[in-house]
C-alpha cells in the first residue's frame, strides 16, 4: 500500500530528514553557546540509524523529532485519507524510535528528544542542563602511571 497520492508521495520525499530547518536553528543555537558535536552521528553498528546531534565525550544523543513524524502526544494528527497506511507507518517510527533509545542506551547513551514545538530557549537550556547532569555524574580522569 501506498501514502494517499502521487501528491502526498512527492511531498513526503521532499521532507527532509536531516539539516532540516528546525535541526539547523538548533545547531546554531547550540553553537552560540559555544557547545561543539557531532551531526548525524552513527553510533549502531550495523544501522543506518544516526543521531542528530551527538555530544560524543559525554554520549549524549539529541534528536530533534517532528511532531507529525513521530507521534507527538500533544500535535500529532492522523491524515483522513489512507488511515491504515498512515497509522502502520507513524507507529513503525515510533516502535524504531524506541529501539534507538534503547540500544543507545544498553550501549551507555543517555538519549534526549526534543519535540519541534519546544521553543529554541527551552531546548538549548535542557541540553545544557542534561550536559550538566551527565558531566556531574562521570568520574574526573586519573592519570595513569604510564601517563605521569
Keep these: 500500500m501506498l501514502a494517499s497520492s502521487n501528491a502526498i508521495s512527492r511531498r513526503m520525499a521532499r521532507t527532509a530528514g536531516k539539516d532540516n530547518p528546525r535541526e539547523l536553528a538548533l545547531r546554531s543555537a547550540l553553537h552560540h553557546q559555544g557547545l561543539r558535536f557531532r551531526v548525524h552521528y552513527a553510533a549502531l553498528a550495523g544501522t543506518r540509524r544516526t543521531i542528530d546531534i551527538a555530544f560524543t565525550r559525554l554520549r549524549l544523543a539529541v534528536f530533534c523529532d ?64 542534561r550536559l550538566q547532569q551527565i558531566s556531574a555524574r562521570k568520574p574526573a580522569h586519573v592519570p595513569q602511571e604510564s601517563e605521569r
Design 66 to 129: 517532528g511532531c507529525f513524524w513521530h507521534g507527538c502526544p500533544i500535535h500529532a494528527t492522523a491524515p483522513k485519507a489512507n488511515r491504515e497506511w498512515w497509522a502502520d507507518k507513524l507507529a513503525a517510527n515510533k516502535a524504531r524510535d524506541l529501539d534507538t533509545d534503547a540500544k543507545l542506551a544498553n550501549g551507555g547513551w543517555t538519549v534526549l528528544r526534543i519535540w519541534e514545538h519546544v521553543p529554541m530557549n527551552d531546548a538549548v537550556a535542557l541540553i545544557l542542563s
